[in-house]
């Protein structure tokens, strides 16, 4: 898998290196690439390698890199908790239909995931190569398991050479659930 948007992107640089954690990325439809490290904490003691005796490295699955800038987005709010992703894709000319083939193959699979509110690809009336793909999902830990999916994998693979620029990531939480009528 290359990155293209990694190298010499000082723009998408976003702070110092504090240990060999990944914490920012840029690349396609949720596959960015590494560009800093992140603060301590992001992936447990087990995925370093220092279990203690007794302790599964096995079960252990690391925070995907576009899992940790989602985490970094949402700041202090627990991981556990709902939150919503709009991801702006802009395609290369022509290569529009491509990214709406790769995005049909993909979300049926995606929205019979565990943890998978929404998963919805909307396009710019205007812009035809401009695309919002708006995911809601139930905890940090489904996206993490998602991003790590088969099928996610595949798409990331496709999209990133069909896409102009490194997509654009707003996170976002509900501040109250409004009540059915």
Known sequence: MTFP????KADRICGK????????????????????????????????????DGDSVAAV???????AEIKSQLADRPADKPFVAAVTLKANPGAAKKVVAAMREATPIT??????????????????????????????????????????VKLLETLE??????????????VFFPRAK
Request: with cysteine.
């Open 5 to 8: 948007y990694i190298c010499g």
């Open 111 to 152: 929205r019979k995931e565990e943890g998978n509110v929404a998963y919805l690809l909307l396009r710019d009336p205007s812009d035809k190569n401009l695309f919002v793909l708006f995911e809601r999902w139930k905890s940090l830990d489904s996206l993490n398991a998602h991003l790590h999916a088969e099928h996610t």
């Open 161 to 174: 050479p069909l896409l102009s620029e490194a997509p654009k990531v707003d996170v976002m939480y509900p």
């Open 61 to 67: 699955k690391p925070l995907h890199p576009l899992a």
């Open 17 to 52: 290196a504090d240990r060999s954690i990944v914490r920012r990325l840029v690349s396609t439809a949720g596959m960015l690439a590494v560009s800093v490290f992140v603060s301590a904490g992001v992936f447990s003691n087990a995925a370093f390698g220092d279990q203690q």
